[in-house]
């Protein structure tokens, strides 16, 4: 059983990514999955979430407009869309998983390494 977040790297304030968060071992298709993200000297926190019915909710202001959740279960994996990145977006971002609903960060059983997002000029 293992979530694997990828897709981070550099990019220049305005630019796009797109994160992938592929499940092996079970299938996300009932689940909620939800991103999360910690920069540097501050604690995690949580960016957005997808339930298992394709609904999804924001868990902070900042990304709103900027940030969409994503799911295809036919590929058992749920994407971020991060554009018009800032410098404060920097973070390793994470990926977490828990039955039907979105909640709250100690919520998720099941995590995923994080991917290193770096907004620099």
């Known amino acids: 059983v293992q979530l694997q977040a990828s897709g981070g790297g550099l990019v220049q304030p305005g630019g796009s990514l797109r994160l992938s968060c592929a499940a092996s071992?079970?299938?996300?298709?009932?689940?909620?999955v939800a991103w999360f993200r910690q920069a540097p000297g501050k604690e995690r926190e949580g960016v957005t979430c997808?339930?298992?019915?394709?609904?999804?909710?924001y868990f902070t202001d900042s990304v709103k407009g900027r940030f969409s959740i994503s799911r295809d279960n036919a590929k058992n994996t749920v994407y971020l869309q991060m554009n018009s990145l800032k410098l404060e977006d920097t973070a390793i971002y994470y990926c977490?998983?828990?039955?039907?609903?979105?909640?709250?960060?100690?919520?998720?059983?099941?995590w995923g390494r994080g991917t290193l997002v770096t907004v620099s000029s």
């Open positions: 997808i339930n298992n019915d394709g609904s999804s909710l």
């Open positions: 977490a998983a828990r039955s039907y609903l979105c909640s709250g960060l100690g919520e998720y059983p099941f």
């Open positions: 071992g079970f299938t996300l298709e009932k689940d909620a």
